[in-house]
Nanobody
Framework: VQLQASGGGLVQAGGSLRLSCVAS????????IGWFRQAPGKEREFVSAISWSGSRTYYADSVKGRFTCSRDNAKNTVYLQMNSLKPEDTAVYYC??????????????????WGLGTQVTVSS
C-alpha cells in the first residue's frame, strides 16, 4: 500500500488543521494506520493510530483530547483532526500502515509502509 499525507500548514496557537492520509492499492481496509511526527532535532514519535475497521483508536498523552483520528475505507482515507494546536505540535507529520493486528502498534519500527510527510507549523 502507498500512502500520502496532506493538509499541513501554518496555523496560530489554538487553531485547527485536518490532515488526510490517502492510500493507493487494494485492501486498504486490511491495514491499521498510524500517525507519527518528527520535530527538528527530535526523534519520530507516535501521535495516534486507528484500527483497520476504525473501531479502535489510540492517542499519545500529549494529544489526547485535542486530536481525533478517523477513517473512511470507502475513500481509502484516514483523517487526523487536530484542534487546540500548540507550538509544540510543530513537526512533520507522517502516516504509516501495517497489516491489521490484534493490538495496534505504536512503535514506528513496526510500520513497514510510510508516506511522505506534511509540515505542520503552529505559531505562538
Amino acid at each position: 500500500v502507498q500512502l500520502q499525507a496532506s493538509g499541513g500548514g501554518l496555523v496560530q496557537a489554538g487553531g485547527s488543521l485536518r490532515l488526510s492520509c490517502v492510500a493507493s492499492g487494494r485492501s486498504f481496509g486490511n491495514y491499521d494506520i498510524g500517525w507519527f511526527r518528527q520535530a527538528p532535532g527530535k526523534e519520530r514519535e507516535f501521535v495516534s493510530a486507528i484500527s483497520w475497521s476504525g473501531s479502535r483508536t489510540y492517542y499519545a498523552d500529549s494529544v489526547k483530547g485535542r486530536f481525533t483520528c478517523s477513517r473512511d475505507n470507502a475513500k481509502n482515507t484516514v483523517y487526523l483532526q487536530m484542534n487546540s494546536l500548540k507550538p509544540e505540535d510543530t513537526a512533520v507529520y507522517y502516516c504509516a500502515g501495517t497489516a491489521r493486528r490484534i493490538t495496534i502498534p505504536t512503535a514506528a519500527g513496526t510500520y513497514p509502509y510510510w508516506g511522505l510527510g506534511t509540515q505542520v507549523t503552529v505559531s505562538s
